[in-house]
Structure formats: structure tokens, C-alpha cells
């Protein structure tokens, strides 16, 4: 591998964790730009009872102090089988998509400087990623050995890129338990597409989202100190399979 590549390739996961960091609502530091659509998708102040009663009676976060309803959203997530978390700018086209199942994932990143996106799998410490030329070359991989992997899974060196290997439910629990602003003491409950929430807010205007029913899940983050960016988290439980890609190649060439 060349030096220049893994450096490279470094910078790029830390650019990615940094994401992933933000997806779980820890950070508010994304520059997205732009005025963000702070109503659009706003939870519902009412909903028809019926579609309510299905849901079950709540589940007593609404007694607990905003701490302590913080601290259970990041417990659940912690201890969930899985999860689909996407992370949208404001004015931006999906910046993430990723399906996480313990210390594995698997998605796409975008690049929204560049209009390029690329895969990303990882599996423990191994992380591969596949993207077409536009890709590659925003992410800084050299004319050789981005001709030769264009539109094939390469296999990022381990050590270099640790950011990459940094989605997972831990991850996103312990950003989800820390905060950049301080929490509004008051929790409040509404209705988020019809689903009973509890609403934690940050004295900065982020809000987090847990299910009022059930398990204490995070549903959703508005990250509106940075421009309204959304964060949604579904698909609790799920079995992704995630797997290794398969027709890895090589990126072992001079650059």
C-alpha cells in the first residue's frame, strides 16, 4: 500500500467517524449549510386514537427526569440487535445510510462537495469500500490505483483507517449519552408519525426523539444548531447479514 494512500485513506476515516458521531447525535459541529426546513417533518400534535391505542400504554420515561431518559435511549440502543440509522443535511441529499449490527456495518457515505457517494462495509477491524472514479478521486485515491478499483470492493488497510471501523451500536449508544449543550430539565411527550415519543432538548435547539412505548428507543435527532441535519434510527432487531464483500481488489499498486 502505498504511504501517500493510507494517509489519505486516514483523513478519510476520520472524516467518516466524525458522520457517524453526528448520526448519533453527539455532535452539532456539521457545517451543511444553509438555512434548515425546521418544520418539515415536525411531530404531529395529534394523531386519530385509534392508530394511538395500538401502540400500548407508555412506558414511564415521561416520569423520569430529562438525565434519566437520556440515559435509558442510550442503554436500549446499546443493547439492540441492530439498527438503520440515515443522517440528512438541510439542504443536502443523504449523507449516510448505514444498517449496523453489533461491531458489523454496511452503507453508503456521501461525498456532498463532490456529488459522489461510496459503499462501505465493515466487519470488526476490517473495512472495505467500493466507489466509482468521481468517488475515488474525492476521497484522494491516487490515478493508478483508482483506475484499477473503480467500481470494485478494495479492502482499506486496517490500522490507517480506524474511523471507517467506528460504526457501531456502542459507538452510537455513547453519542447518544453525551450532549454539547446542556438538557432542558423538562421533558416533553407528543407524537412523532403517530408514535408516542418523549422529546429531549438541548439548550442549543437539538432534539432527540425515544419511543413513549415499548423499549426506551431513539427514533430521530434534529440537529437544528447545525442547520436542521436529521438523524432517524429504525429497523430495530433486524438481521442485516452483513457479510464481506466478495471479488475484493487489490489495492497494492503504485500511486
Known amino acids: 500500500m502505498p504511504t501517500d494512500t493510507s494517509r489519505r485513506l486516514a483523513r478519510l476515516g476520520a472524516t467518516v467517524l466524525l458522520v457517524a458521531l453526528a448520526a448519533a447525535g453527539c455532535t452539532h459541529h456539521s457545517k451543511g449549510g444553509g438555512a434548515g426546513s425546521e418544520g418539515a417533518g415536525a411531530p404531529t400534535a395529534a394523531k ?17 427526569t430529562a438525565a ?10 446499546k443493547n439492540a440487535k441492530s439498527v438503520h440509522v440515515t443522517f440528512t443535511g438541510p439542504r443536502q441529499p443523504l449523507l449516510l445510510d448505514l444498517r449496523i449490527q453489533g461491531n458489523a ?13 461510496f459503499q462501505v462495509t465493515s466487519i470488526g477491524r476490517d473495512t472495505w469500500i467500493k466507489g466509482d472514479d468521481r468517488a475515488l478521486r474525492a476521497l484522494g485515491i491516487p ?17 490507517q483507517v480506524a474511523g471507517l471501523g467506528g460504526f ?3 459507538s452510537l449508544a455513547s453519542g447518544v449519552g453525551r450532549n454539547e449543550s446542556p438538557l432542558q430539565k423538562k421533558v416533553e411527550q407528543t407524537l412523532l408519525d403517530g408514535r408516542k415519543v418523549i422529546v429531549l432538548t438541548q439548550k442549543n435547539g437539538a432534539k432527540l426523539y425515544i419511543s413513549n412505548t415499548g423499549p426506551a428507543f431513539p427514533l430521530r435527532t434534529d440537529l437544528k444548531a447545525s442547520g436542521s441535519g436529521r438523524v432517524v434510527f429504525s429497523e430495530y432487531g433486524v438481521d442485516f447479514h452483513i457479510t464481506a464483500p466478495v471479488d475484493v481488489v487489490d489495492l497494492n499498486v503504485a500511486g
Open 48 to 64: 386519530p386514537a385509534g392508530a394511538e391505542a395500538k401502540q400500548g400504554p407508555p412506558n414511564g420515561l415521561e416520569r423520569k
Open 68 to 77: 434519566e431518559v437520556q440515559r435509558a435511549a442510550a442503554a436500549t440502543l
Open 105 to 117: 456495518s454496511s452503507g453508503t457515505v456521501a461525498i456532498a462537495s463532490a456529488g459522489a457517494s
Open 143 to 159: 490515478g493508478a490505483a483508482r483506475q484499477r478499483v473503480a467500481g470494485h470492493w478494495f479492502k482499506a488497510p486496517g490500522q
Open 168 to 170: 457501531s451500536l456502542d
